[in-house]
C-alpha cells in the first residue's frame, strides 16, 4: 500500500516537471534562430559577390564554372564568331585554364548581344550602377584602392595600382582579382560596352618585359580584358583595350600621392551615345 502511494506521489511530481521539456525546447529554439540572424547580417561580401555572378550568370546563359578548368559561354541562337573562339583560346593558357577544354554554346554572332542583356542609358541608371558597386567594395574604397565617377562618356572604375600589381608588372595580385571578381557581378548581366584603359606615372620604366609605360599600361588593361573575358564570359565584342601610359593623369605627378593615383586601371561602363563612335 504504501509502495503504491509512493508510486503516484513520484508521477504526479515527474508530470508537473515536464513543462521544461517544452521550454528548453523553445529555448534551443531561439538560439538557432539569433544564430541565424547573427550569420546573416555578418554576410561575407567577396562570398555574396560570387553568389550573385552565378546567379546572374545563369540567367543570361553565360557560365563559368569556377569550381572547374572548363568555361561553357552560351547567348541565344547561332554560333561564336571564329575571331571570339580565337581570343578566348588565346586567352586561356594565360588563366589557368586549358583551351582545350572551353565549350562554346551558341554564343551570339560577330556582335554583341545586347537583346538579351540591359543596357543602361542616362545619369540616373549609371548613378545605380555606381551605388551598387559602391556597396560591394565599400572596405577597398575606404583604402583608396578604388574610385568611381560619373561622366558623360559613363561610369567610371578605377583601380589603384596598389590593389592591382606589383610595381611595373602586369600580373594581377590575388587581392586584385578579389576586386575584378565583385565588379564583375555587376557587369555580367550588362548590354553596355566596356573600356579597359591602362595608367601610369610619369616616372620612365624600362625593364626586360617592358620598354616603356605605353607597354605597361596596355598589357595591364588587355590583362584585365583577358581575366572577365575567360573566367566570366564577357564577350570579347564589348571590349576594348588601351593604354595611355602617362598622358592621361588625373592628378598631378609633382606628388608621391598623385603619382600613386594617376598609376590605375579605368574600367569604363559606356553609355550608348559614347559607345556609338567606338570603331566597329
Known amino acids: 500500500m504504501i509502495s503504491r502511494k509512493r508510486a503516484q506521489q513520484q508521477e504526479e511530481e515527474s508530470s508537473t516537471e515536464r513543462w521544461l521539456v517544452s521550454y528548453a525546447d523553445f529555448i534551443t529554439l531561439l538560439f538557432a534562430f539569433f544564430t541565424t540572424l ?12 560570387k553568389l550573385i555572378t552565378s546567379m546572374r550568370a545563369s540567367f ?16 541565344g541562337p547561332g554560333g561564336i564568331s571564329s575571331s571570339s573562339r580565337e581570343i578566348l583560346q588565346s586567352l586561356a593558357p594565360s588563366n589557368g585554364i586549358d583551351a582545350t577544354q572551353i565549350n562554346f554554346k551558341g554564343m551570339a554572332g560577330t556582335k554583341f548581344a545586347n537583346t538579351t542583356r540591359g543596357v543602361l542609358s542616362g545619369e540616373k541608371a549609371m548613378g545605380r550602377l555606381k551605388r551598387n558597386v559602391e556597396s560591394l567594395l565599400g572596405a577597398d574604397i575606404l583604402k583608396g584602392l578604388v574610385r568611381l565617377h560619373i561622366e558623360p ?4 572604375i578605377s583601380l589603384s595600382e596598389t590593389g592591382m600589381y606589383d610595381s611595373g608588372s602586369d600580373q594581377i595580385k590575388p587581392a586584385g582579382k578579389q ?13 553596355n560596352y566596356i573600356r579597359v584603359e591602362g595608367h601610369t606615372d610619369n616616372v620612365p620604366i624600362h625593364n626586360e618585359r617592358f620598354p616603356s609605360n605605353w607597354e605597361l599600361s596596355t598589357a595591364r588593361a588587355t590583362g584585365v580584358i583577358s581575366y572577365l573575358i575567360v573566367k566570366f564570359g564577357l564577350f570579347p565584342e564589348s571590349l576594348s583595350a588601351a593604354g595611355y601610359a602617362e598622358y592621361r593623369p588625373t592628378a598631378s605627378n609633382d606628388t608621391e600621392e598623385g603619382k600613386a593615383r594617376n598609376r590605375r586601371v579605368d574600367i569604363i561602363v559606356l553609355n550608348p551615345a559614347a559607345a556609338a563612335v567606338e570603331p566597329r
Open 38 to 49: 547573427y550569420a546573416i547580417s555578418t554576410v561575407d561580401a567577396q562570398k555574396a559577390g
Open 60 to 75: 543570361d546563359s553565360a557560365i563559368f564554372d569556377s569550381g572547374s578548368t572548363t568555361l561553357t559561354v552560351s547567348q
Open 153 to 156: 562618356r559613363g561610369l567610371v
Open 179 to 191: 576586386m575584378l571578381d565583385t565588379i564583375a557581378t555587376t557587369l555580367v548581366s550588362l548590354g
